[in-house]
């Protein structure tokens, strides 16, 4: 790589040539990208020297923090020993198989086997099918709807944004693909004001009984969710809503998958959300986190319900990837559990920066443009609202979020804008002393964003 450009000349081939994913590429090109050069711990610089505080993980991934020798060296001996195989007629690597195991451990008891992918969306994809192949080989094959939430995101697929809730994609190339229904999120403000956090948990997975029933139970194959909705705006439901939604997937005999692509792997204080917040689903998705984001793995987590079937009834599941068990891959992730593990961070989530980032996300409910302040383990969300009474929010066109977000970035720090909802999901390792600054500068941004508002009249 040759790195002797300067920020201009990357920004100039950089939009010459790189379609970027989820991008206005006009726009891109008159503003330049900004280029991301090195990273360790928590910190990015940039090709201008700036250090930038990573409230994201890179992308709710790098949960073990940059430049962890153990995973760099994993990844060393693993080129150089067997960069790539396949696991397709009859073989397998090592990596891939010691993986498969460390995996059953670490997750619930019900998972003992994995299949796997390159990323999350081919996650949801396997997902798709496998759950439609599981109830083809029992002889219900007309069970075929699988049933998800607006606002949802499932990745990029074809299945992946058809199982995710945004309508944005949806507009984007005929989605959702047939047999895909879509039930409102659990999110208080936009649909329970007036009831207690309980009682609306109740109600927003009740939605989903409403649905079965409205299609018919014998044609439901699944329902899928994340614990937390992350791309959606870090949407943290109500205690009673998870167990519900057991309850009616339980009351129905269908499946129920937990898609822990950011949840899992300790993010919410346990090892996957499904643990926090007290499912038993038959299947989960994961990705990000498994590496920590330092190569690309993603899987599915098949339960003992599933799995069995399609074990001793399927005969052939006719789908796979090139990279389905990668060794390179699979030695990172390897390497990146056990440091989880020695580090203990999925206890200190639970027991000490959790605890602590949420005290500090109490205190940011006085700022004036704080609506609502949450945390679920190490992810956290304001609401930036015009009026903290009523929760009135800014007009949309005003962007509110994005003049936020503006001000993060030219101050180093690294905060995601969704609508109106500023969330952060920083790397597992944040130390409360980084918390602490990260806090300042959270602080320090919102003031910025407010003395903006005042001086622009959006408050009135
Ligand atoms: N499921 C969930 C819950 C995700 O968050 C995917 C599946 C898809 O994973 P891949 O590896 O195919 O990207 C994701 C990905 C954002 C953002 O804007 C979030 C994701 C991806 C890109 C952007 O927060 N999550």
Redesign the pocket.
């Known amino acids: 790589m040759s790195t002797n450009r300067t920020t201009a000349q990357w920004q100039a081939v950089d939009s010459a040539h790189f379609l970027h994913?989820?991008t206005d590429f006009q726009a891109l090109a008159r503003k330049g990208s900004r280029i991301i050069e090195r990273a360790e711990g928590i910190y990015l610089w940039d090709s201008e020297g700036h250090k930038i505080l990573d409230a994201m993980s890179g992308?709710?991934c790098v949960n073990v923090g940059y430049g962890q020798r153990a995973l760099i060296d994993a990844a060393t001996r693993q080129l150089q020993e067997l960069p790539f195989y396949n696991a397709f007629f009859q073989t397998a690597t090592p990596p891939a198989i010691e993986l498969a195991e460390l995996l059953s451990e670490v997750t619930p008891p019900q998972f003992n086997h994995v299949f796997f992918t390159g990323?999350?969306?081919?996650?949801?994809d396997t997902i798709v099918r496998m759950v439609r192949r599981y109830w083809d080989i029992l002889g219900q094959p007309e069970r075929q709807v699988i049933i998800s939430r607006q606002n949802a995101?499932?990745?990029?697929?074809m299945a992946?944004a058809s199982l995710g809730g945004m309508s944005g994609m949806h507009a984007q190339g005929g989605l959702p693909i047939p047999g895909i229904e879509h039930i409102g999120q659990p999110y208080r403000v936009e649909h329970g004001r007036g009831m207690s956090h309980d009682e609306f948990g109740l109600v927003a997975a009740r939605w989903l009984e409403d649905k079965i029933l409205a299609i018919g139970a014998q044609k439901v194959a699944a329902f899928i969710g994340?614990p937390v909705q992350?791309?959606g705006g870090v949407i943290i439901p109500p205690a009673t809503y998870w167990p519900e939604i057991q309850r009616i997937c339980d009351k129905y005999g269908i499946l129920l998958v937990s898609?822990e692509?950011?949840c899992g792997f300790g993010r919410t204080g346990r090892w996957f959300g499904c643990e926090t917040f007290g499912t038993r689903p038959d299947l989960m998705?994961f990705?990000?986190g498994v590496t920590s984001g330092y190569i690309?793995l993603?899987g599915v987590m098949v339960g003992d319900r599933v799995a069995k079937v399609l074990i001793e009834q399927g005969g052939e599941f006719e789908h796979g990837y090139t990279y389905s068990g990668h060794p390179v891959a699979c030695a990172v992730a390897l390497a990146n559990i056990k440091l989880v593990r020695e580090l203990g961070l999925v206890q200190r989530v639970h027991d000490d920066v959790g605890p602590y980032l949420a005290r500090c996300y109490e205190s940011l409910r006085d700022h004036p443009l704080v609506g609502t302040a949450e945390t679920c383990g190490l992810m956290g969300a304001l609401l930036l609202v015009k009026d903290k009474a009523t929760l009135a929010p800014f007009d949309p066109s005003l962007s509110i979020g994005m003049v936020c977000r503006g001000h993060c970035f030219a101050n180093g720090l690294i905060m995601?804008a969704?609508g109106n909802r500023m969330i952060i999901a920083p790397p597992l390792v944040i130390t409360r002393a980084q918390i602490d600054e990260m806090m300042a500068l959270i602080r320090r941004c919102l003031d910025l964003t407010l003395a903006d508002a005042q001086r622009e009249g959006w408050l009135a």
Request: charged share 15%; glycine share 20%; no cysteine.
């Open positions: 994913p989820f992308l709710w990323s999350g969306s081919e996650g949801n995101y499932h990745g990029s697929t992946g994340e992350g791309a898609d692509v950011i998705t990705a990000k690309p993603g995601r969704v």
